[in-house]
């Protein structure tokens, strides 16, 4: 005779208690949130169909955008909309107090040809600086930018055109061909090792490191809303050294190699919230440079706040790493559902010795979880290590999980930290259910690791 037994395990402690702070964490979310302020733009339109742009793949109305969005800013700033419809068009650069607004039923089919996406322009790329593809959408040194409405972003990638570039063959790369692991990746590292200046890190179309979709980079007040993104070459949402930053209302299905949802890198002050993420790679991950490029320029990613967001496939749901040198530090996250088999983990923080960076003084609550692949919750100190070990030691603590309930998972959590310097530490566990389990708990290389009325339900076959 075959049954199912159902376990529960209640663990009221696991290493010694953790002062809980004077104050509530949460309590900062709100500072934070008063902080964050939309941009406001004057009350003027200019619509492209009136000024010479065209809908249907016969048209380029490239320059017909660009030229109206330099307008704008000029005259002080307003609108300039999308109508419905499909219209071609290669690289967008946003200026300073433009709202790029995609009325509902307009789409925007990007080039999908490499070279409209030259001259290079100065950017990130995998945390590492560098001049390199222009982003489809991007804007330099501007304040008060926006991409708005109830319309559609197309990067048009595919096997074809992109995805091949990364050297997977299940996204059109075959043997024989070139990549980015042959030329572009390594010779960037090299660069980057060698504290090589930005400026003469000019990669070129043969170093194949694909473009971002929306990335301002040194922008203050920025507000991507309302819109839906598909088929992006690489990360889709992208903000570099920006400041008070509005993700809200997104829907981004993007299933291409590293189609990362929304990475804010090196930037303050960020909400993302009632967005809905499909991805090939991370639903967020938030980044802060790679190595010397994070270390010599040490801007930290902080007061970051997730809410009302829904994550279905992804590598991750909110993540911080692996790109974490500079550090990462106050990260909110709440109210958040997160459930698809293709989701590998809800809250992930990975980096190495060669990466390092500190992650403190996150806290997550309200979060649920129909199922993951692998972890509710991971650390992994010891991420890619073909990267080897180095001197840079990370620092991971102040961690607070609460009221997240999960149905099914392999780990409950899972952490791994390195077993020749304790370096995480300090993190609570309160009210959580943690159902369908193949394993609980997996926890090396860490301390003050403490769970307060938490539960896991593990499922076992047992014979009579």
């Known amino acids: 005779?075959?049954?199912?037994?159902?376990?529960?395990?209640?663990?009221?402690f696991a290493l010694p208690k953790i002062a809980l702070a004077d104050n509530d964490p949460w309590e900062k979310a709100k500072e934070i949130l008063e902080q964050i302020k939309d941009p406001v733009f004057p009350d003027r339109d200019y619509v492209i169909t009136k000024n010479g742009g065209k809908p249907g793949a016969k048209h380029d109305n490239t320059k017909v955008i660009n030229r109206l969005i330099e307008k704008c800013s000029k005259a002080g700033g307003g609108r300039v909309i999308i109508p419905p419809g499909e219209f071609y068009t290669g690289p967008i650069t946003l200026?300073?107090?433009?709202?790029?607004?995609?009325?509902?039923?307009?789409t925007l089919m990007f080039s999908n040809n490499p070279s409209d996406y030259t001259p290079f322009v100065r950017t990130r790329w995998e945390g590492l600086d560098v001049i390199n593809y222009r982003p489809l959408i991007y804007a330099s040194d501007e304040t008060n930018i926006a991409v708005t409405g109830k319309g559609k972003l197309d990067g048009r990638a595919d096997n074809e055109s992109w995805w091949w570039m990364k050297e997977k063959k299940e996204y059109g790369w075959k043997e024989g061909m070139s990549s980015q692991y042959q030329t572009g990746r390594p010779k960037l590292m090299k660069m980057a090792e060698d504290n090589v200046p930005v400026e003469e890190r000019l990669m070129t179309e043969e170093d194949l490191l694909r473009p971002q979709f929306i990335s301002p980079i040194n922008c203050t007040n920025v507000l991507i809303e309302g819109v839906t993104i598909v088929r992006?070459?690489?990360?889709?949402?992208?903000?570099?050294?920006?400041?008070n930053v509005t993700v809200r209302g997104v829907t981004i299905s993007s299933h291409g190699p590293n189609n990362d949802g929304c990475d804010p890198e090196s930037s303050r002050n960020v909400l993302i919230e009632d967005c809905l993420f499909d991805t090939g790679d991370d639903c967020i991950a938030i980044k802060s440079g790679r190595n010397n490029d994070g270390r010599n320029t040490p801007i930290p990613s902080e007061n970051i706040i997730v809410r009302n967001c829904h994550m279905k496939d992804g590598h991750g749901g909110v993540v911080m790493g692996s790109e974490i040198s500079a550090g990462v530090s106050n990260v909110f996250v709440e109210n958040c559902t997160m459930d698809s088999p293709e989701l590998d983990r809800v809250i992930r923080i990975k980096t190495n010795t060669v990466r390092g960076g500190y992650v403190r003084d996150v806290y997550v609550r309200n979060v649920e979880v129909g199922q993951c692949r692998e972890a509710v919750f991971r650390i992994e100190l010891m991420y890619e290590r073909r990267d080897g070990d180095g001197p840079y030691m990370?620092?991971?603590?102040?961690?607070?999980?609460?009221?997240v309930n999960s149905q099914k998972s392999r780990y409950g959590v899972l952490i791994e930290g390195r077993e020749e310097a304790i370096v995480v530490s300090d993190i609570q566990f309160i009210n959580c259910d943690f159902h369908n389990v193949?394993?609980?708990?997996?926890?090396?290389?860490s301390k003050n690791i403490e769970f307060k009325n938490v539960s896991?339900?593990?499922d076992e076959v047992t014979t009579y």
């Open 1 to 12: 005779m075959r049954k199912s037994l159902i376990l529960l395990v209640f663990v009221l």
């Open 95 to 106: 200026k300073s107090n433009v709202n790029l607004h995609l009325q509902e039923g307009a």
């Open 232 to 243: 992006a070459p690489f990360w889709v949402i992208h903000p570099i050294f920006c400041e």
């Open 394 to 403: 990370p620092d991971i603590r102040n961690i607070v999980l609460e009221n």
């Open 438 to 445: 193949e394993i609980p708990t997996k926890i090396t290389g």
């Open 456 to 458: 896991f339900t593990v």
